[in-house]
């Protein structure tokens, strides 16, 4: 019953910075996803009889894809596939299941924080053994395959059932339909000291979680009120949906406004947290405070020995390259490694398995640990919960005393969404060509001390990753980094990054744009931003 079937080759099927991210209806052409999914299988080696992990977000065409991956894999030799009840798995829980069953690899169906729709956001990524992203030698493996495919196979059958757990058996291969929830939570149990977070709770601590519709309703409900008695109703939005209820499912300021505006007024709760479609970004908000990333992975490394799962240290600490230097003074504290990585989870992978870093965090809203092998936004709000019930303070008293103790980087990012990309690539390049003149030069009253465009040369395989984004670093400390996100769908999306170094404690309550302004301005001198994209302000600043 394993049939091939003819195909024609797609140009576009590049992997970004996490996986193939398109708009349904170009997912939905023929052969499209399929093409992709062979060209994931072609791209590997020695998989027969192995098992498969794959589960998705629940957002539109989950479903349909999954039955496709599924049959695919029967076809092209694996011997087991796990998928989560309801074709959900968030992306954290799946790569614990991968790492957890030893599966030789997983395929997880996110488009991320990206809306879902019939007309809006899919994708799909390939996760390896380790339970981490496909490093780059896969993906240009992939795109190699998805350049010169001819056919793919898959194998006549009905569709499984997804909505019950069971066994099923589809030719050669067993189909486990699992609980998506199960594995995860017990691994949350294992690192974090739930009895004093339940004790905390239980003496009226009150905390506001924002699912926003999507992936991590039933694992925060499941944790947060059925095992930590946090009170019902602290889990909002908690059903998934295939539209994610027409909302952009991403924890940011602009997304998740009425938690902010909540958390910034009267009355408001202790600690206020969202995390995204799949599941793997946080949003940390304390009465009255708005955690950055960068500062959020900051504090949790500076605490985590406070959680059980770390209570012997950490090993060293990993950041992407434009995530604030936040994190660089807590690793010189406790005298253990930094690394500064390109953008994009993959690039972890790596330090975590050998052993060089525990904890690992983005500025775009991505916090993790060795635990498993993506970033993972509940895990963060419960490290946050379990530091919380640790210290017996409140998020506001706990940040402040990191920046009296470390100093403040006030940091902001701006974007601009649905750039043009000749105009976008226009930027970059004009930005690439003048960094041998930038040193020395100044602009108000700042003097760039160095100028480049952030290479990488990974300690572990040696491999080389160029062109990862413009650093302009000014005397003092402070500096603007530009680049193109790797995550859009349409168009090109402008990300400039903002960050000043305050050391001076007497001067960490200014507005954070205020206390960015010459760097923004800075940022438009050096970039010509206005001219060059006809934008006056950006979408979205965060
Ligand atoms: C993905 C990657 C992250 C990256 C983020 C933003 O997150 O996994 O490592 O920081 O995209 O990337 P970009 O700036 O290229 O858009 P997610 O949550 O979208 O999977």
Same mark, same amino acid.
């Given at each position: 019953m394993i049939i091939t079937v003819p195909t024609k080759p797609y140009s576009d099927q590049k992997p970004g910075t996490s996986g193939l991210r398109k708009k349904v209806p170009h997912f939905q052409q023929e052969n499209y996803a399929e093409n992709f999914i062979q060209s994931i299988f072609d791209s590997l080696e020695d998989f027969k009889g192995k098992t498969l992990v794959i589960g998705g977000d629940g957002r539109f065409y989950n479903r349909e894809v999954i039955q496709k991956a599924i049959k695919m894999a029967a076809a092209n030799g694996f011997g087991r596939v796990l998928v989560g009840q309801g074709g959900i798995l968030s992306t954290p829980a799946a790569s614990n299941v991968i790492r957890k069953y030893k599966a030789f690899g997983g395929i997880i169906l996110s488009a991320s924080h990206n809306p879902g729709g019939p007309t809006e956001d899919f994708g799909i990524?390939?996760?390896?053994?380790?339970?981490?992203?496909?490093?780059?030698k896969i993906t240009d493996a992939i795109y190699a395959n998805s350049k010169t495919i001819t056919s793919y196979k898959t194998v006549d059958a009905p569709d499984i059932n997804l909505d019950q757990v069971g066994n099923f058996d589809l030719g050669e291969m067993h189909v486990d339909v699992i609980d998506p929830v199960a594995d995860y939570a017990a691994l949350m149990e294992q690192l974090f000291d739930f009895n004093a977070i339940r004790n905390m709770f239980s003496l009226g601590f009150r905390m506001v979680?924002?699912?926003?519709?999507?992936?991590?309703?039933?694992?925060?409900?499941?944790i947060l009120e059925n095992?930590?008695? =946090?009170?019902?109703g602290t889990v909002r939005n908690f059903t998934p949906l295939p539209d994610f209820g027409g909302h952009h499912p991403d924890p940011n300021l602009v997304h998740a406004k009425e938690l902010y505006d909540e958390m910034m007024g009267h009355d408001a709760p202790d600690f206020g947290a969202a995390s995204d479609g799949d599941g793997d970004r946080n949003l940390i908000i304390g009465q009255g405070i708005f955690v950055t990333p960068s500062d959020s992975l900051a504090i949790l490394a500076a605490n985590a020995s406070l959680a059980p799962g770390y209570s012997n240290g950490i090993a060293g600490i990993a950041r992407s390259m434009p995530?604030? =230097?936040?994190?660089?003074?807590?690793?010189e504290k406790l005298k253990i490694g930094i690394y500064e990585t390109p953008t994009g989870w993959k690039f972890f992978g790596n330090l975590l398995d050998a052993g060089k870093v525990t904890i690992c965090g983005e500025e775009s809203a991505g916090t993790g640990s060795s635990h498993v092998r993506e970033k993972d936004g509940l895990w963060a709000v419960l490290l946050w919960l379990n530091v919380l019930a640790a210290r017996g303070e409140s998020v506001q008293e706990i940040v402040r005393q990191h920046w009296a103790a470390f100093g403040r980087n006030y940091y902001s990012r701006h974007d601009y969404e649905e750039v043009d990309a000749d105009a976008a690539n226009g930027l970059m390049d004009a930005l690439r060509a003048s960094l041998p003149t930038l040193p020395g030069t100044k602009i108000g009253a700042l003097t760039v001390e160095k100028a480049d465009d952030f290479a990488y040369h990974d300690p572990v395989d040696h491999s080389?990753?160029?062109?990862?984004?413009?650093?302009?670093l000014f005397a003092g400390g402070s500096r603007v980094v530009f680049r193109l996100s790797g995550t859009g769908t349409s168009g090109a999306t402008l990300r400039v990054y903002i960050e000043r170094y305050e050391p001076d404690s007497s001067r960490h309550g200014i507005e954070t744009q205020e206390a960015l302004a010459d760097l923004i301005a800075a940022a438009e001198e050096l970039a010509q931003i206005r001219s060059r994209t006809g934008r006056d302000t950006p979408s979205v600043i965060t």
């Open positions: 990524k390939y996760n390896i053994g380790n339970g981490g992203p496909a490093p780059e979680f924002d699912a926003m519709s999507a992936v991590t309703g039933p694992y925060a409900k499941e095992r930590l008695g =946090a009170a019902e995530t604030s =230097a936040a994190a660089d003074r807590v690793a080389e990753s160029r062109k990862q984004g413009v650093r302009v």
